[in-house]
């Protein structure tokens, strides 16, 4: 491997072209095995419900192919990526790559997945590709973050866009130079806009940015072009997509031996909603939990969270499901008033269950001047009528590599997802095979879900 210069869109096409599944440490591999499963299992719930049920149904009969819909039917390779990229991100479930705001996988697996199944690739071809995906993301969005964010771009739809394409370069085998002219191609396919977050169009970044990588790939593939300085270039992507200072090629990893899977690593969600709700959640919950906290009990609830905290989840009184999923209030009120914050403290008639209700209204959102902007820690304060006061101060969401979710935490989500669309025994053989992706057809992979309950 190289390391970074001048063109980092030439010098990371060089590494994803030469990037090999025998080479990779056991670690990664497994990692991204584990990304798999919870990806698919996110993405089937996913795709019986709101935006992805919608981008099922519609592209279901808009195009027949040999890639397979997870919510059912298969479709064109480019529509079943587009498909089922919105189904994995609708419930905001899928993980995180916290440090650039990037949901990684859900932008990588379902075109991994679509365009494996359809040139019948293998499981180690998958988890290269994967990888090479992943890694491209944390590699371009490097000279600009935190700015980009902060600006209000949607990381997952913009640099999104460029792993999809890195992996699916990588799946069909592109040469540095032709991989090159993809990642070009693909930063002018970047979108997602921070302001429809909370409606059925962010899933639909992550669609878009999927399919995009698809297209862009399968384009270089038979000798399509792009400038060679799309990146870095006057009017690029890093000068039009930056924050307000200058991107910072400083910031660029090296292109080594060492895989962003194993460092920093991603972070799985515990919670279906923005990420950045999950740490004042867990706080609520655990206080809740230690000190027996009643609903008609709270008087008051104040959250301290960062200013990307604030920014990012404005809706005080969500009026949908996707609403909800971005307001503090209702997801904190929602720890303390139900057993856990879990898909169907999201679903419309969810909102007026009246407990919830009582402490969303008397929930203060408030940040934190001393965090980051970035920063996902938060600290709860709970006041009773009664005069006691508990607070409880959490510096990561839980699902982080430092807290990892559990083996059984892993399982439950995956059942309590994949439940939703295929039946128990159906959804066991998938997990298992998504397990073990590394000894598995793509094909075979999926075929529990072509089978349906």
Same mark, same amino acid.
């Given at each position: 491997?190289?390391?970074?210069?001048?063109?980092?869109?030439?010098?990371?096409?060089?590494?994803?072209?030469?990037?090999?599944?025998?080479?990779?440490?056991?670690?990664?591999?497994?990692?991204?095995?584990?990304?798999?499963?919870?990806?698919?299992? &996110?993405?089937?719930?996913?795709?019986?419900?709101?935006?992805?049920?919608?981008?099922?149904?519609?592209?279901?009969?808009?195009?027949?192919?040999?890639?397979?819909?997870?919510?059912?039917?298969?479709?064109?390779?480019?529509?079943?990526?587009?498909?089922?990229?919105?189904?994995?991100?609708?419930?905001?479930?899928?993980?995180?790559?916290?440090?650039?705001?990037?949901?990684?996988?859900?932008?990588?697996?379902?075109?991994?997945?679509?365009?494996?199944?359809?040139?019948?690739?293998?499981?180690?071809?998958?988890?290269?590709?994967?990888?090479?995906?992943?890694?491209?993301?944390?590699?371009?969005?490097?000279?600009?973050?935190?700015?980009?964010?902060?600006?209000?771009?949607?990381?997952?739809?913009?640099?999104?866009?460029?792993?999809?394409?890195?992996?699916?370069?990588?799946?069909?085998?592109?040469?540095?130079?032709?991989?090159?002219?993809?990642?070009?191609?693909?930063?002018?396919?970047?979108?997602?806009?921070?302001?429809?977050?909370?409606?059925?169009?962010?899933?639909?970044?992550?669609?878009?940015?999927?399919?995009?990588?698809?297209?862009?790939?399968?384009?270089?593939?038979?000798?399509?072009?792009?400038?060679?300085?799309?990146?870095?270039?006057?009017?690029?992507?890093?000068?039009?997509?930056?924050?307000?200072?200058?991107?910072?090629?400083?910031?660029?990893?090296?292109?080594?031996?060492?895989?962003?899977?194993?460092?920093?690593?991603?972070?799985?969600?515990?919670?279906?909603?923005?990420?950045?709700?999950?740490?004042?959640?867990?706080?609520?919950?655990?206080?809740?939990?230690?000190?027996?906290?009643?609903?008609?009990?709270?008087?008051?609830?104040? &959250?301290?969270?960062?200013?990307?905290?604030?920014?990012?989840?404005?809706?005080?009184?969500?009026?949908?499901?996707?609403?909800?999923?971005?307001?503090?209030?209702?997801?904190?009120?929602?720890?303390?008033?139900?057993?856990?914050?879990?898909?169907?403290?999201?679903?419309?008639?969810?909102?007026?269950?009246?407990?919830?209700?009582?402490?969303?209204?008397?929930?203060?959102?408030?940040?934190?001047?001393?965090?980051?902007?970035?920063?996902?820690?938060?600290?709860?304060?709970?006041?009773?009528?009664?005069?006691?006061?508990?607070?409880?101060?959490?510096?990561?969401?839980?699902?982080?590599?430092?807290?990892?979710?559990?083996?059984?935490?892993?399982?439950?989500?995956?059942?309590?997802?994949?439940?939703?669309?295929?039946?128990?025994?159906?959804?066991?053989?998938?997990?298992?095979?998504?397990?073990?992706?590394?000894?598995?057809?793509?094909?075979?992979?999926?075929?529990? &879900?072509?089978?349906?309950?």
């Amino acid at each position: 491997m190289t390391d970074a210069g001048p063109a980092p869109a030439a010098d990371l096409g060089a590494v994803v072209a030469a990037l090999s599944y025998d080479d990779l440490p056991v670690s990664v591999v497994r990692a991204a095995e584990r990304r798999f499963a919870d990806t698919v299992g &996110v993405a089937l719930a996913g795709a019986a419900e709101g935006a992805g049920a919608l981008a099922t149904e519609t592209f279901a009969t808009l195009s027949t192919g040999p890639a397979t819909l997870l919510g059912g039917g298969s479709a064109a390779v480019h529509d079943a990526a587009f498909v089922n990229g919105v189904a994995g991100h609708c419930l905001d479930y899928d993980d995180v790559l916290a440090a650039i705001h990037v949901h990684p996988s859900v932008v990588v697996v379902p075109a991994v997945l679509a365009v494996a199944e359809a040139q019948d690739l293998d499981g180690p071809d998958a988890i290269a590709a994967y990888v090479a995906g992943v890694e491209a993301q944390w590699y371009a969005a490097a000279p600009v973050t935190p700015g980009h964010y902060e600006r209000g771009w949607h990381a997952t739809g913009t640099i999104g866009t460029v792993g999809a394409t890195a992996a699916v370069a990588r799946l069909l085998g592109l040469d540095a130079g032709e991989t090159t002219h993809a990642l070009n191609a693909a930063v002018s396919a970047a979108a997602g806009l921070k302001r429809n977050f909370g409606s059925m169009t962010k899933p639909f970044h992550a669609g878009h940015a999927t399919a995009a990588g698809v297209v862009t790939a399968h384009l270089a593939a038979r000798g399509f072009t792009a400038s060679a300085d799309a990146w870095t270039g006057p009017n690029g992507f890093y000068d039009c997509f930056g924050g307000a200072d200058p991107p910072d090629y400083g910031a660029l990893p090296p292109l080594d031996d060492s895989y962003v899977l194993d460092e920093p690593g991603l972070d799985v969600k515990k919670f279906p909603c923005c990420y950045f709700t999950h740490a004042p959640a867990e706080a609520a919950a655990t206080l809740t939990d230690d000190y027996e906290i009643a609903p008609g009990d709270v008087e008051r609830v104040v &959250v301290r969270a960062s200013q990307a905290a604030v920014d990012t989840v404005p809706y005080d009184r969500p009026a949908s499901g996707a609403e909800a999923k971005f307001s503090a209030p209702y997801v904190v009120a929602s720890a303390v008033a139900r057993e856990q914050v879990g898909p169907a403290a999201f679903d419309e008639d969810a909102l007026a269950h009246a407990p919830t209700e009582r402490v969303r209204e008397r929930v203060v959102f408030e940040v934190d001047s001393s965090l980051a902007y970035g920063s996902h820690a938060s600290t709860v304060r709970i006041e009773l009528a009664d005069g006691r006061c508990f607070e409880r101060h959490e510096p990561e969401p839980p699902g982080t590599p430092e807290t990892p979710l559990s083996e059984a935490e892993l399982r439950r989500k995956f059942d309590a997802c994949a439940g939703r669309a295929l039946s128990d025994e159906r959804a066991t053989t998938l997990y298992e095979r998504l397990d073990t992706l590394r000894d598995h057809p793509v094909r075979d992979l999926l075929a529990p &879900v072509r089978a349906g309950r």
